[in-house]
């Protein structure tokens, strides 16, 4: 295959795409299921937003120390500890989030901060592993790229399957299972993924060069920055956009149908994710991130002028062709940029600059649609997509100024 998908599974194994797929789930689920939870039990919208927004905070720190940490020590200790931890934390929020209207909402907070924060990093710790074996083996790019769009393929499919598991277990049985589910999920998949043959192809920076210390560069840090500067963009993209599609099928007349209308650009965007390591290797990696952030910027204009549930639906799947390549993209330059000793960090730094703008596309677009209606949170959605061109064209400044930087294409 000209993608490079045919050299994926001999690379790794059968087995582990889907055990990454599936031991990625908890965490795709944790945020909807403890804000379902909460507004079921006490039935209170603000306290279920309050647990949603402590859980993306608590990600969003202890996404990039987790990272660290196993930069430092290695994955298998970080993965199976952070395993534990979470799914006795979660336990524990089921518990008192099902405890009815009286429950402590500093207790509530103090859970859901340390549930995001303990959160497994699979999807950033299978991209290392990844870019790992692709450098030992000597692998073509396209080899890579088509790893890095499966993984964000799967990224993707998980925000949508996630929280569609949520909301019908929460619906057809109870809403404190979701978060039951999660913990056992976690104890099983994530020890698996931890102890999985390809962990030994990540060598700690402890264990390596008599752990000299990774040298980083002014270069580097500006780049680093543009990255996770996009991906803050692309989470605000993402937040708002579900908090404009909730509101748009309210002014319909349903509001359930909001999480359908946003599975729609979910799917789009694994699609075209997949279809990146396809794309001619003379299409370069930042040329790539400008024209997607540029496409996705007037792609999302067509959110503005749907008037119908249909004419909704196909502009959010068509503006989701836009997103899953920047995705692939950003988080390839990311493995280019980042010294090898801190591969799990810039990893988890990126994957936790999609929590936090997803909090900010949440918060600001609900706050617009609030006093203009839908289409104000939209306009969070189209600034943020600008947001993520003009972050694009900073990396080029960036690699074109910096000397160290001039093999990243």
Known sequence: MKSG?????????????????????????????????????????????????????????????????????????????????????????????????????????GLCLAAGATGPQVGPMSRVRWIAISRQRKQEPKTLSAALSLESMLDELGFVFGPVAVGLLASLLAPVLPLYIAAVLTIILVPLFALHPTGNAVTPSAAAQHGAKAAIGKGQVAAIGALVLSMIALGTVFGSTAAGTLAFAGAQGDSNQGGLLYGAMGLSSAIAAVSVAAWPQGFTQISRWITCGAVLTVLSFGMHLADTTVWMLAALFIAGFGVGPVIVTVMTLGGEVAPPQRLSTVMTMLSAGIVVGTAIGNGLAGLLAESMGYLGAFWVATGASAVILVSAVLMKLVVARSASLRRVR
């Open 5 to 109: 998908y045919s050299a994926l599974l001999p690379m790794v194994g059968a087995p582990f795409i889907p055990l990454t797929f599936l031991a990625r789930l908890p965490l795709a689920m944790l945020t909807i299921g403890s804000m379902t939870l909460v507004i079921a039990s006490t039935g209170s919208y603000a306290l279920g937003g309050l647990a949603a927004a402590m859980v993306g905070i608590g990600s969003a720190v202890g996404g990039p120390s987790i990272g660290y940490i196993a930069d430092r020590i290695g994955q298998r200790p970080v993965l199976i500890t952070a395993a534990v931890l979470h799914t006795l934390l979660l336990v524990a929020l089921s518990i008192f989030g099902n405890s009815g209207p009286d429950l402590s909402a500093g207790l509530l907070i």
